[in-house]
């Protein structure tokens, strides 16, 4: 490829970077004016227009990890429509398995779950606030795609929780599997992953099934209701969240079905802005923290007994001394040595948050299923932490 044309193509890919960028702020703007966020500890505040260089964002720029730590308080982009994920309850507080994970995030860097500024976000709008610094981390049931990674300036930690697509319908519609949605129109997100699977799948099979695509999930959830679609893609779990707060009125969560086929992979994880490994691995080890506790079984419950354990590899990870030859290790991530004592003692290891949230202990009743340990055939597998 000659000199002059490749010059060509690398100011090409520059200007796609360029529009990439500003894209999801336009969509933003779209749908309701400004494409600010609101963000919410409790009493709701509009913040100004950005310039997207995160400088407006009160940040040194060195890394976020510093911002946050200066500032004191976590910018957490979160959902406030999925029950069991993101959600805002009557009293207006956040609260599901993305939120605690804020908190994880927030007490591993402040040794306070409770320092977060939660900023709910639109599927569409989520990208934006990364990469403009109005928020510090995507904690958003948002999937891990190559994409992502490469055009949206995001790098994702490991994945909290590992899901797939699949289908809602009403009881009552007759559809006991995809195929028998040939013909129909099948709501869907804009912004996310579900339409291009819901397509591709659709051609796969070799059936003419027409997407009814959405800006906002409220009227999706409408038309939904007025069967202007006959099913509902999204990721399995969320599906499961809609479902279990399923008006009554509209004959409640027995009144919907969730098939059991699984079209697509969707590890969903935290994100952070490209190019700030401080930040990346502070966040990537808060939350391989839990799974790494659940793996060695401690709990909210018996933290304090487990810190007197005499397995070096678990006082290695709250932060004791594990021999008298070996002192505390500090791996250098910028953390407090203990930060996994914090994280453990106000939030929970992995298993808990999970069951509180979208397992046993909640409207969801998910099974682990994917997201178990890799003990258990799951694929959470913790790093060593040493
Ligand atoms: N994991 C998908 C998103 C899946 C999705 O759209 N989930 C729905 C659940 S019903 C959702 O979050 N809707 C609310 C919204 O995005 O505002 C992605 O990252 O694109």
């Not at 002059?4 to 894209?23: I, S």
């Not at 291009?196 to 906002?216: H, K, Q, S, V, Y």
């Not at 304090?304 to 709250?318: T, V």
């Not at 397992?359 to 913790?382: K, V």
Request: hydrophobic share 35%; net charge negative; glycine share 12%.
């Amino acid at each position: 490829m000659t000199r002059k044309l490749l010059l060509l193509l690398a100011l090409v890919l520059a200007l796609v970077a360029t529009a990439c960028t500003d894209g999801g702020g336009d969509q933003a703007g779209e749908e309701g004016g400004e494409p600010g966020l609101e963000a919410t500890d409790g009493a709701a505040v509009q913040t100004e227009q950005t310039d997207g260089t995160g400088a407006d964002a009160g940040g040194t720029g060195e890394s976020v990890l510093q911002d946050v730590q200066s500032r004191g308080t976590l910018r957490c982009g979160v959902n406030e429509e999925v029950p069991g994920f993101g959600f805002t309850t009557e009293e207006g507080e956040f609260e599901g398995f993305d939120i605690d994970f804020c908190r994880v995030v927030a007490a591993a860097v402040l040794g306070d779950s409770e320092a977060v500024e939660f900023v709910s976000l639109t599927a569409e709008q989520r990208f934006t606030a990364l990469q403009s610094g109005e928020i510090d981390v995507l904690i958003r049931n948002t999937t891990w795609t190559a994409s992502r990674d490469g055009g949206e300036e995001a790098d994702f930690t490991l994945p909290t929780f590992y899901d797939g697509q699949a289908f809602m319908v009403k009881g009552d519609a007759g559809v006991g599997a995809i195929d028998d949605l040939d013909g129909s129109d099948v709501c869907t997100l804009s912004g996310t992953t579900t339409e291009l699977n819901l397509t591709t799948e659709a051609e796969a099979r070799g059936l003419d099934i027409n997407a009814i695509t959405f800006d906002d999930n409220d009227q999706l959830i409408q038309a939904f209701q007025a069967d202007r679609c006959d099913a509902w893609t999204s990721d399995a779990s969320q599906l499961a969240g809609v479902r279990s707060t399923w008006p009554d009125g509209e004959g409640g969560p027995e009144a919907l079905t969730i098939l059991d086929e699984i079209i697509s992979k969707e590890p969903l994880g935290p994100a952070v802005r490209e190019g700030d490994a401080d930040w990346f691995d502070a966040v990537n080890w808060a939350v391989i923290a839990t799974i790494q506790a659940e793996e060695f079984e401690i709990t909210q419950d018996n933290l304090e007994e487990m810190r007197q354990s005499d397995d070096p590899n678990i006082l290695r990870l709250l932060g004791e001394a594990a021999s008298d030859e070996e002192p505390t290790l500090d791996p250098g991530l910028g953390l407090d040595t203990d930060f996994a004592v914090n994280v453990i003692e106000q939030v929970g290891n992995y298993g808990e948050i999970f069951e509180r949230n979208v397992g046993a202990d909640s409207n969801l009743g998910l099974e682990r299923g994917l997201n178990a340990q890799w003990t258990d055939g799951g694929l959470h597998y913790a790093p060593p932490y040493r």
